[in-house]
């Protein structure tokens, strides 16, 4: 099976993470590691992860997800979702990201939002 990527997309200081159809450890570990670096080199105050593509996601992915919640926080940036299905919202409050992070319906109303 080939790896999935991740697309990446600068709208201003905000930075749209699409992710892909499948978000778990075999394609987290680049997840963080892209994401370290595009947080280093550029002033980014928010972070918006697009699950629009997204059918499935594991622990891992809420693992790079709350981490990254964590590093904008201390930044004082924010994170959102948009796109997230029923199955994904599900994993997210499971996981405890539904009372942490805010979701929207559409990437305007999370990059506005």
């Given at each position: 099976?080939?790896?999935?990527?991740?697309?990446?997309?600068?709208?201003?200081?905000?930075?749209?993470?699409?992710?892909?159809?499948?978000?778990?450890?075999?394609?987290?570990?680049?997840?963080?590691?892209?994401?370290?670096?595009?947080?280093?080199?550029?002033?980014?105050?928010?972070?918006?992860?697009?699950?629009?593509?997204?059918?499935?996601?594991?622990?891992?992915?809420?693992?790079?997800?709350?981490?990254?919640?964590?590093?904008?926080?201390?930044s004082?940036?924010?994170?959102?979702?948009?796109?997230?299905?029923?199955?994904?919202?599900?994993?997210?409050?499971?996981?405890?990201?539904?009372?942490?992070?805010?979701?929207?319906?559409?990437?305007e109303?999370?990059?506005?939002?």
């Amino acid at each position: 099976m080939a790896e999935q990527e991740f697309l990446y997309e600068a709208k201003g200081q905000v930075l749209v993470i699409h992710l892909p159809k499948e978000v778990d450890h075999h394609n987290c570990r680049n997840l963080k590691y892209e994401t370290d670096l595009l947080l280093a080199e550029n002033y980014i105050t928010k972070i918006v992860f697009d699950f629009s593509e997204t059918v499935f996601m594991d622990s891992s992915g809420i693992g790079v997800l709350l981490n990254r919640y964590k590093q904008m926080e201390r930044s004082g940036g924010k994170v959102a979702i948009c796109g997230a299905s029923a199955r994904i919202l599900r994993v997210l409050t499971i996981g405890g990201m539904g009372k942490l992070v805010p979701r929207y319906n559409s990437m305007e109303e999370a990059i506005a939002g």
